[in-house]
Structure formats: C-alpha cells, structure tokens
C-alpha cells in the first residue's frame, strides 16, 4: 500500500487493519497499494453479500460454505469451472502406468525456414506411459516455452489439454533472431490426482508452534509450545475431542486452534512460527513423485527457428490501471528486460525510483517473496536507510526511510498461519468501500524451485485462477501476474526469484504507481 506522506499532503491518509484471514494458500503474497485521486476517486463496484450455502469437500474434510467464503454460489460455480482439471480414468497401481518424461515427447507442426517477429508456431505434445503406450486421458502438467539463451530471451506458452493424450501450445515469435522450444514435465497426471486429493482433504500438511507464556510459581515464568493449525469450518478441527483452544477472529470468522496448554490457560498465547511438516504419501504416491519423474525436460524437436524483423509493431502504448487483464503471454523476456503485452511498463533508474515514490508511505504486506520487493527498494533508492526496529530481519516487520524525497517504505508479513490466506477479498472490499481513493495491488504467486506435496506449481496455479476469478470484478484492483515472468526465465526457478526477476517485477509495479 503506498500513501502520501503526512508531512507533504493534507490528503488522508488510509489506515489499514491487519489483513484478515478467504482462501486456503500456500505461500501466497498480497500486496496493497494506495494512491489518493484527485479527479474524484475510483468507482467501486457495490458489493452484495451473498447468502449462506454448504459446500461440501468430501468425506474427509469440513464443510465450507460459499458464504464463510465470501463469494455468491454464482461465483462458486465459477470458480469450480475455471479450475478443473482432468484426471486419468482409471486407476493407477503401478507405477510404469503413469506418464513418462523419457517417452512423451514434443514437435513443431509445419515449421518453416523463417518467420516475421508476431507471428506463432504451433506445438504439440504427445504424453507416453513407462511401457511406451500412448496416453488415453488428460492432467499432465506440462510447462512450455520459446527462448534464445544468448539474447536472454523467452517467452511462456499456455499448455492446452484435449484430453485424450495430446497436448498443443501457441508460442509467439516476439524478438528478432533465432529460438528454440523447451517443454518439460512437471507433474504426471497421476502426481495431478494425489495433489487433488490431498488439496480437498483436511490432512494438515503444515503445522505450527504456538507459544504461550505466563506467570509460574515463586516468581517464575512458564513457556510452553504447541501445535497450531487452522479450523475448516465447524467440524473442521485437525485434532478430535476437547484437544485445543480456539481463537476467533470476530471480524472474519476464522478460527485458529491450538493444543491445549498442560499448564497455561488459553489466554495465554502470544506468538505463533512455522512448525513440523507432515507428509500424507504413501510409498507409492511417494514414487510417483520421485525426482527423476518430476520438471524433467522431455524430448522434441530442436530445431532452430529463424525470426525476421517485420514492419507490424508488437506490444502496447496503453497506460497502466487498474480493469486491465492478463493476455497469453503477458510479455516477453529480451535482454533480460521485460517487455510487457498487459500495458505500458518501463524501466526505472534509481532516481527516477525514488521521484515515482517521492512523498509516498508504501505498505508491503505478503510473504518472503514481497520481502525481496522491499530489499530490492533498499539497495536501489537513493540515500534509503533500514530502521533497527530489533525484529527478525526474515520475518520483520521491516521498515525503511529516505529523508531527502519522504519516502518511507514498509514491510510486514501477513497474518498467521504463516503459510495461508483467508478473508483477502472481503477486507479488499471493506477497504474500498472506506477509501475508494485506493488503488490496490495484488501480486501472483511464482513458481517455485521444489515441486513436491509442499510446494507445487500446479497447486500455486490453481490458486492463481482462483485469485485472478476473485478480484476481476472489484473496480480499483491490479492483478499483477508474476507467474508468467518466472516460468519461462532462463535462470533455475527458485521460490525467491533472483535479482533480475525482481527488478523487472519492481519497474510492472511502479508503472501502475507511476504510469508512463
């Protein structure tokens, strides 16, 4: 969230309550920005509370209403609609039954001696088992792009699934010069299914520490540490009988459980971390998730692609704003800079970094990833100092200030549980409706460097859907997509992009701060 300073501006200035906890979100970011109009503020859609509705899961989860999560059944259906995901048609009990990244294989349809910048290639994508028998059915999850290493160029290709074995992607031909395609495997279609089911259970894979402390005998001080997770819904609890405390957060609903103290009361809690992972496979679901089996580039056609200058321009000269939607793809890589298909974007040199911010309070709310967002403004703006606040510099919060232009800038890590997300959209919209003078930015997931029950793509895309269907209709908010710029970049995916990714991450958000 970026404010005006006090010291420059008689504008108000926005006070945000912590961010509530509305979807369950693995390592997800949020960001908010405010900017104070001056023609009269933003329009903002009214919001209708929808009415209450059971949802159920499945046998072994809780049920979720559409209304706990603050979505219309309409809306529910669509969401449902826009993340379905084929899954293989029988079942699977051996593992050479499931798809090969050794087999399935890729080629260029028709490919020409050259091409014109703007025009497409077609690929596509033929999935084997271990037995070299062509796939029946859909799910894989397959990753796809164009790139030209010399250039650091690329560009990601959207996978599109008939279902029935094969696999096409569209791959734009954006830069001068040559290219070559790269697909790789993520997760078989069978990995897909695991990750399913164990979304839509009530398994807890990630746990946390609860401490409590309080007085003890003859003075003393009693320090004691817990489990902690989240409640789904009423019957959603994670341990059976009178085992936890519970802690409501009126405002949203959400309850947060912990075991029950051996010695303190519940009252006693005053901070939570990250605890245990708990892996639900079994041996054969963890087979299929074997390294050898998972992000492995599959075999194709290598051949290079020839790309000629062409007189047609490619790309945008339309400001960044708020209502603007994410195209396929959503820019391109070249030279390391990110040329975006959304808007306008440019690059910022350090100074003109700190005029864009000049006499802004920015607000930084999100996870590790946000965190490099705020590390990245220290190095680059001028004159910029951290505060010793003596917190954790990895979980803050964080703040940073520049006298020179009054910028300060904030950072704080969203709420507990650490690893999740709830409520987001209804706070969004109570923040509109306070201030409809706010611009308010939300930052996609990326991809990310382990591909496991903990950390998957597929499961952060899936989220991305989710969160790009959520807040399209909410007037006043950008949806920046990262994810797109992380795929296809020629460095090794990391959850923590490396600096460059960053930098043209930083140069999208300040052209909606500051647009061209």
Same mark, same amino acid.
């Given at each position: ?5 006090? #010291? ?35 329009? &903002? ?6 009415? %209450? #509705? ?13 209304? *706990? ?9 669509? @969401? ?18 499931? +798809? ?27 999935? !084997? ?18 790139? =030209?290493?010399?250039? #650091? ?7 599109? *699934?008939?279902? =029935? ?8 031909? %954006? ?28 398994? %807890? !894979? ?53 075991? !029950? ?32 089996? +998972?992000?492995?580039? &599959? ?17 945008? $000269? ?8 994410? %195209? ?7 030279? *390391? ?22 006499? #802004?309070?920015?607000?930084? $709310? ?10 990245? @403004?220290? &190095? ?25 232009? =009054? &910028? ?23 923040? @509109? ?51 797109? $710029? ?31």
């Amino acid at each position: 969230m970026v404010t005006p300073s006090e #010291k420059k501006s008689n504008a108000p200035v926005c006070r945000l309550r912590p961010c509530a906890l509305l979807q369950a979100c693995l390592l997800w970011t949020l960001f908010c920005l405010a900017i104070w109009a001056l023609n009269g503020g933003i329009h &903002i859609k009214q919001f209708q509370p929808p009415r %209450p #509705k059971p949802v159920p899961r499945n046998n072994s989860s809780s049920i979720i209403s559409a209304f *706990d999560m603050g979505i219309s059944d309409e809306e529910w259906q669509r @969401l449902q609609k826009a993340i379905d995901w084929p899954i293989p048609d029988q079942e699977i009990t051996h593992l050479s039954q499931s +798809t090969s990244p050794v087999h399935s294989t890729f080629s260029i349809v028709g490919l020409k001696e050259s091409y014109k910048v703007g025009e497409k290639i077609s690929v596509i994508i033929t999935a !084997r088992d271990h037995n070299k028998n062509l796939k029946r059915y859909g799910g894989d999850y397959f990753k796809a792009k164009l790139f =030209n290493a010399k250039l #650091k160029a690329s560009v990601y290709g959207e996978v599109v *699934d008939h279902r =029935n074995g094969t696999y096409s992607v569209a791959l734009l031909l %954006p830069w001068e010069g040559q290219a070559q395609v790269f697909v790789r495997l993520e997760h078989s279609s069978e990995v897909v299914q695991i990750l399913k089911k164990y979304r839509e259970s009530s398994f %807890p !894979r990630t746990h946390f520490s609860g401490y409590f402390e309080g007085p003890g005998p003859n003075k003393t001080r009693i320090l004691e540490v817990v489990e902690c997770n989240l409640k789904w819904g009423a019957d959603g609890s994670w341990r059976k009988g009178d085992c936890c405390c519970e802690h409501k957060d009126i405002k949203t609903g959400t309850v947060w459980q912990c075991e !029950r103290p051996k010695k303190l009361s519940c009252d006693k809690l005053v901070r939570h971390s990250g605890g245990r992972l708990e892996n639900p496979l079994n041996l054969f679901e963890q087979q299929l998730f074997t390294q050898n089996l +998972t992000n492995v580039a &599959i075999k194709g056609d290598k051949k290079i692609i020839n790309i000629l200058p062409s007189t047609a321009p490619i790309g945008t $000269m339309e400001k960044c704003r708020s209502g603007m939607t994410t %195209p396929v793809p959503a820019g391109f890589y070249l030279k *390391d800079v990110w040329k975006s298909f959304v808007c306008n974007t440019r690059q910022f040199s350090p100074a003109q970094m700190a005029n864009c911010l000049k006499n #802004k309070i920015v607000y930084l $709310m999100g996870d590790s990833t946000t965190r490099q967002w705020f590390e990245f @403004l220290e &190095i680059k703006v001028p004159g910029i100092k951290r505060m010793d606040l003596h917190t954790h510099p990895g979980g803050g919060p964080l703040m940073a200030v520049e006298l020179k232009n =009054n &910028i300060i800038v904030h950072w704080r890590v969203h709420g507990v549980p650490l690893r999740f997300v709830a409520k987001i959209r209804q706070s969004v919209v109570e923040l @509109l409706s306070r201030a409809p003078e706010t611009t308010v930015i939300i930052k996609s997931g990326n991809t990310a460097g382990l591909k496991n029950i903990y950390q998957s793509d597929w499961h952060m895309l899936q989220l991305n859907t989710v969160m790009q269907e959520m807040f399209r209709d909410i007037d006043g908010v950008i949806f920046v997509d990262v994810w797109q $710029m992380t795929s296809c970049h020629y460095l090794r995916e990391h959850i923590h992009p490396g600096p460059v990714i960053i930098g043209n991450e930083i140069d999208m958000l300040l052209s909606y701060v500051c647009p061209a």
